[in-house]
């Protein structure tokens, strides 16, 4: 296999030289991490916007909002782009963006985040406090950028509320469903 700059993998070198992050599969630490890095190394080389692209199941609140507080923090636009699907946090991703669009046959679904948690009872009590003030600022979030309450947002991600791209157009996720080349 070929390395690009910084022992990095072809692909993912000209991917970050042409000023593009991808997001896929599980929005885990891992993965939120090294977005985040990639991200900030960006910023650091130039003004120009940087184009996130993501096809995530999504996962647990904290890894979603470490990277949305990165996006926010940035000196640059950060655009996101949706290809394939933006489920739980993952679209609460999407929805931070700078630019936010779709692919057209992306599919987002609003639902709880993962949760995983352990511990004794006092430590379940405190945990549980913090998650949902956690959740609240996701939902604050997610009511921000779609315009509609916070009420309204919990409630769909609730019940697991599934959207096309033309649905999420409508919802407030996106701003813009790509329309594919028609060149013949």
Known sequence: M????AGL???E????????????G????RVANQACAELM??????DAS???YISSSGGPLQPALALIDTMDLLGVPVNVTCLGRAEGTAAAVV??????ASAPHARFYL???EVEAAGNAAQMAAWAEHHASQLARLLARLAEATGRSPEHVEADLCLGRWLSASEALAYGLVDAVIEPDRRP
């Open 2 to 5: 070929s390395s690009g700059a």
């Open 9 to 11: 993998p072809f692909i």
């Open 13 to 24: 070198a000209q991917l970050l030289e042409r000023r593009v992050v991808r997001v896929w």
């Open 26 to 29: 599980s929005l885990d630490d």
């Open 41 to 46: 190394a960006l910023d650091a080389t130039g």
């Open 50 to 52: 940087v184009n996130l």
């Open 95 to 100: 929805a931070a963006g700078s630019k936010r």
């Open 111 to 113: 639902r709880e985040p």
